[in-house]
T-cell receptor, first 115, second 117 residues
Framework: GPKVLQIPSHQIIDMGQMVTLNCDPV?????FYWYKQILGQQMEFLVN????????KSKLFKDQFSVERPDGSYFTLKIQPTALEDSAVYFC?????????????FGAGTRLSVL | GDSVTQTEGPVTVSESESLIINCTYS????????LFWYVRYPGEGLQLLLK?????QKGSSRGFEATYNKETTSFHLQKASVQESDSAVYYC??????????????FGHGTILRVHP
C-alpha cells in the first residue's frame, strides 16, 4: 500500500542545536501531520498542515517548532533550539482529502535523542 | 479531555486461538467520535486496520472485527483465530468527525500482541 518514508530513523543531537526531521509523504496526498510519542506514553497530535499552512496545532507544538513543505518536497518538522524534553519518536502522516475522517498513512517514525 | 484506554500488553496467544483486545474511550469534547484500530508491524508505520464512524456499527478487516458500542463506550478488537503474522502492536484511537480533514486522533498506549506457532 501507500508508504510514508521518514529519514533518518534515529537522530542524536545536542541540546540547544537545531534539528530537522524529514518526511516523504504519499505522492498525491495533500494533508500532512506530525505526532509525538514520548517513551511509555501515547502518540499525541502535534500539528496538521494543508496548502502551505498550519491548520491546527496542539499545546505540544511549542514556539521552537515549525513545519513546512517547500515546493512539494519533504514535509519537515524543525526544532530550534532543541530541549531535553523533545526526546521522543516523531511520526509523520499524510492523507488525501475526501470522506469523513479520512485515512491517515503513517511513517515508521524518527527517534530523536536530545543529549 | 478525550482519552482511550486499552488492554495493557503484551498479550500472548497461540496460533489459532481467539483474541480480544479491550478498548474503552472517553470523548468529552466530541459529540460523535469516530473510532479506529491501527496496527504497527515491526519496522513499519501505523496502518489503519478498521474504522467505524457510526455507533452500533461493526467494522471488520483481515478477520478482525470491532463494534462501536456507545452505551459502554467500548470498541473491543476481536479475532476468532489468530495467526503468527498477526504479531504486532495494536492501537485504538478516536477522532472527531468534523467533515474536515483534521487528522487529529487520540490514541491509546498500544497493545503488543505476540502469537506463538
Amino acid at each position: 500500500g501507500p508508504k510514508v518514508l521518514q529519514i533518518p530513523s534515529h537522530q542524536i543531537i545536542d541540546m540547544g542545536q537545531m534539528v530537522t526531521l524529514n518526511c516523504d509523504p504519499v505522492s498525491n496526498h495533500l494533508y500532512f501531520y506530525w505526532y509525538k510519542q514520548i517513551l511509555g506514553q501515547q502518540m499525541e497530535f502535534l500539528v496538521n498542515f494543508y496548502n502551505g499552512k498550519v491548520m491546527e496545532k496542539s499545546k505540544l507544538f511549542k514556539d521552537q517548532f515549525s513545519v513546512e513543505r517547500p515546493d512539494g518536497s519533504y514535509f519537515t518538522l524543525k526544532i530550534q533550539p532543541t530541549a531535553l524534553e523533545d526526546s521522543a519518536v516523531y511520526f509523520c502522516a499524510s492523507s488525501f482529502p475526501g470522506g469523513r475522517q479520512n485515512t491517515l498513512y503513517f511513517g515508521a517514525g524518527t527517534r530523536l535523542s536530545v543529549l | 479531555g478525550d482519552s482511550v484506554t486499552q488492554t495493557e500488553g503484551p498479550v500472548t496467544v497461540s496460533e489459532s486461538e481467539s483474541l480480544i483486545i479491550n478498548c474503552t474511550y472517553s470523548a468529552t469534547s466530541i459529540a460523535y467520535p469516530n473510532l479506529f484500530w491501527y496496527v504497527r508491524y515491526p519496522g513499519e508505520g501505523l496502518q489503519l486496520l478498521l474504522k467505524v464512524i457510526t455507533a452500533g456499527q461493526k467494522g471488520s478487516s483481515r478477520g478482525f472485527e470491532a463494534t462501536y458500542n456507545k452505551e459502554t463506550t467500548s470498541f473491543h478488537l476481536q479475532k476468532a483465530s489468530v495467526q503468527e503474522s498477526d504479531s504486532a502492536v495494536y492501537y485504538c484511537a478516536l477522532g472527531e468527525d468534523t467533515g474536515a480533514n483534521t487528522g487529529k486522533l487520540t490514541f491509546g498506549h498500544g497493545t503488543i500482541l505476540r502469537v506463538h506457532p
